[in-house]
């Protein structure tokens, strides 16, 4: 039942999987994009990077990995959600602040996602396009109080100007941080196997924090 | 006449073709239609068999021509041969069928209303390389490029459109065939067969030109509100061009261009709102073409011939590059995710091979799971979600139902299998004071394990030189496991 390591390693490693949620053309994938190439309206992305992104962190001196899971927008392809996002340690989830059915469409995958994986994963509810205010059709009341009511966090981006992209994803990522030392201290405690073994994704390495270390040596 | 072609058989570098038109006539009256013909088949033949010699078919000439003496039927599976076997074979047998019914041989002064020479109308380079009729021809090409303007990306001049057609020998002899000898019956029962091989060949072209050719054949389909407007549209023309070559014209020279221009606008609409245009996905998406598509099948035969999980992991990320990159040529801009799911289902179902199936469970159950939450588990994903839309599809079912609860159960069964087993895993290499390297390499055993374990198909193998090497690795790998062990 070992959770952390031996103490020899300098750091730990945290490995997150992300996955991106939200209609077609809320620009998930520029935002995706922007983050990490820091990109946009690139005309020749033929490479195997435009779906499947990944981004090296270093938060407060622990590592971080993220695998960024963008998937297809379609309303038809909303049914192979669970295939991309299980496992997934967090959710983001775009609209575009002109369009007040794609908001909709995020109420619906904030419901499928508490449903199926229930709190463990850090939801994010993301207003792109904010470049675009003057056409807004989500009110920033409306989508912020809806957020809290559903313990996600909100935001509000523009990756055309590359506004709150950074800010989104290193919150995320400390969300996501602080929720996996927590389960670590569950387990750590002996409390929960089934919630943590659930992961796929999850720390690598090493000495958690509130985790007495000599606990799961000896389970070797 | 007879005698001439006859003769002429030996003197011309294809002689089959010829005599077998002929040597079907075996009654007085087919043959002194034939020699009715006259020039007119000697051009025709030219027609069929110029266009051959000059394309880029992989076949000979010869064997061209050999491939018209059998029956095509049992080759129709190879489409290029046959679509060329047919046409060889329905041109000879309907054109005889036309002599035998049409002696004098047909030109444009003929009657209109008359079924051959309307359907002639439609044809105009028959009518130019025929050398006569010339001057009419050259007017009523015009219509028939109209239509490619309906093309989303080309502005073809009508020149364009016909050198487009002079390039395309299996379309030109389609045209001719289908317009010139055949009887309204045998041509809609041809039908099926025909659209058949020209989606075929329409494969091997850009997306606008297939477009095109769909339009073309549309066109030319009476039965259709599109074909019958245009045909209708011919009739008239033809007549006006008449009276435009007598001294009293009924319409001036700007008056036709605006009736033309009218008829182009119109045809336009027509062909849009009527919803006779079904063009195949291929010319509507950026799909990759069929080349793309015989790569990705040729690197899914590989992927059956490799047993470790990573190679086919690897293999499987060079399909959707193929598919990404097809994508990406085609639109010449960004693509997003929301274009390459229905592209890779579309690929996997052009590549029909169904054990691709069995190499996704594979992978998914053998993978090691730090593979999984990788580039190749999330493209692994994609060719799963893509198998679930198209067996759903198979199913009958609307796209909502493409996961079924079965799926889904099974899904989260296999997600908490591999996750328990990525947690063991990390928990005893937690345990043990391992490197990165070692645990590379430790990952690297693993896969070669397992690929060695799956010699399993070729039994022998397995049970001499497999078991050995087999053994070996396993030692090794254990060993480590072991060694490590011992150290935590």
């Given at each position: ?5 031996a103490?020899g ?6 490995s ?77 989830l775009?609209?575009?602040i002109?369009?007040?059915d ?5 109420k619906?995958?904030v ?12 939801l ?29 966090k ?12 950074e ?15 927590a ?5 750590g ?32 | ?11 011309l570098?294809?002689?089959l ?41 992989p076949l ?30 329905s ?8 002599v035998?019914?049409y ?16 359907k002639?109308?439609t ?11 010339i001057?009419v ?15 989303s ?12 057609s ?19 019956l045998v ?31 549309l ?16 009739l ?33 609409c ?6 006779e ?14 080349r ?9 035969v590989l992927?059956?011939?490799t ?13 959707c ?13 960004k693509?997003?995710?929301?274009d ?18 069995i ?10 799971t730090?593979w ?35 799926a ?8 908490c ?5 990525a ?32 010699t ?5 193998l ?20 072991m060694?490590r062990?011992?150290?935590?």
């Amino acid at each position: 039942m070992a959770a952390g390591g031996a103490g020899g390693n300098s750091g730990r490693t945290y490995s997150f999987k992300v996955v991106l949620l939200g209609e077609g053309c809320v620009g998930k994938t520029s935002l995706v994009l922007r983050y990490c190439e820091n990109k946009f309206n690139d005309k020749h992305i033929t490479t195997l990077q435009a779906s499947f992104l990944t981004k090296k962190l270093n938060i407060t001196g622990k590592r971080v990995n993220l695998a960024i899971w963008d998937t297809a927008g379609q309303e038809r392809f909303h049914a192979l959600g669970p295939i991309y996002y299980r496992d997934s340690n967090g959710a983001i989830l775009v609209y575009d602040i002109t369009d007040e059915d794609s908001f909709q469409k995020v109420k619906n995958w904030v419901k499928e996602l508490r449903k199926m994986l229930g709190n463990e994963i850090c939801l994010c509810i993301v207003g792109n396009k904010i470049d675009l205010d003057k056409d807004r059709h989500v009110s920033v009341e409306e989508a912020e109080s809806y957020s809290e009511s559903v313990g996600a966090k909100h935001y509000h981006t523009s990756a055309k100007l590359n506004k709150g992209i950074e800010e989104l994803f290193l919150d995320l990522c400390k969300r996501m941080m602080e929720t996996a030392q927590a389960e670590e201290r569950l387990k750590g405690n002996g409390a929960s196997q089934s919630a943590s073994s659930r992961r796929g994704v999850q720390i690598v390495d090493d000495e958690p924090q509130a985790t007495p270390a000599g606990g799961c040596c000896s389970s070797g | 006449m007879v005698a001439f072609y006859c003769i002429s058989r030996d003197v011309l570098p294809f002689p089959l073709e010829l005599p077998e038109a002929i040597a079907k006539a075996t009654t007085h009256r087919q043959l002194e239609a034939i020699s009715h013909m006259g020039q007119e088949l000697l051009f025709t033949l030219h027609f069929v068999l110029i266009p051959f010699e000059n394309n880029m078919h992989p076949l000979s000439l010869p064997q061209q021509l050999q491939l018209t003496n059998h029956s095509a039927s049992n080759k129709r599976h190879r489409f290029k041969r046959s679509m060329r076997l047919r046409l060889s074979e329905s041109s000879m047998n309907l054109s005889l069928e036309g002599v035998g019914s049409y002696s004098p041989p047909p030109s444009v002064e003929q009657p209109v209303g008359s079924e051959r020479l309307q359907k002639d109308g439609t044809n105009p380079q028959r009518r130019v390389h025929a050398g006569s009729g010339i001057e009419v021809a050259a007017l009523e090409r015009r219509p028939a490029p109209s239509l490619a303007e309906l093309d989303s990306s080309s502005s073809f001049s009508s020149m364009d459109e016909d050198s487009d057609s002079d390039s395309d020998p299996e379309s030109m002899v389609l045209t001719q065939r289908r317009i010139y000898q055949r009887p309204p019956l045998v041509r809609s029962r041809g039908r099926g067969g025909l659209h058949r091989m020209s989606e075929a060949f329409v494969c091997f072209f850009a997306p606008d030109k297939r477009l095109t050719r769909l339009v073309e054949e549309l066109s030319r389909d009476r039965r259709s509100i599109f074909g019958g407007m245009v045909q209708d549209f011919l009739l008239e023309q033809r007549e006006v061009l008449k009276s435009l070559a007598s001294s009293s014209p009924r319409v001036t020279s700007v008056q036709l261009l605006q009736g033309l221009r009218l008829f182009l606008s119109q045809a336009k609409c027509c062909l849009l709102d009527s919803g006779e245009l079904e063009p195949p996905i291929e010319t509507l998406t950026g799909v990759p073409d069929c080349r793309e598509v015989e790569r990705v099948r040729k690197k899914l035969v590989l992927m059956q011939r490799t047993h470790s999980p990573i190679d086919k992991v690897l293999l499987l990320l060079q399909v959707c590059k193929c598919v990404h990159k097809a994508m990406g040529c085609l639109h010449g801009e960004k693509m997003s995710w929301d274009d390459f799911l229905p592209s890779l289902s579309y690929v996997i179902v052009e590549c029909n091979r169904p054990h691709v199936l069995i190499e996704v469970e594979y992978m998914m159950e053998l993978l090691e799971t730090s593979w999984l939450g990788g580039e190749g588990g999330y493209y692994l994903t994609s060719v799963y979600a893509s198998l679930c839309l198209i067996q759903s599809l198979d199913r009958d079912q609307p796209f909502s139902g493409c996961l079924t609860a079965e799926a889904q159960e099974a899904l989260k069964e296999w997600s908490c299998r591999r996750s328990r087993e990525a947690q063991r895993q990390k928990e005893s290499q937690q345990n043990q004071v391992g490197t990165k390297t070692l645990r590379r390499t430790t990952e690297r055993l693993e896969a070669s394990c397992v690929g060695l374990c799956c010699t399993q198909r070729s039994p022998v193998l397995c049970r001499t030189a497999g078991t050995l090497a087999f053994c070996q690795v396993m030692c090794v790998f254990f060993g480590h496991t072991m060694l490590r062990s011992s150290d935590g």
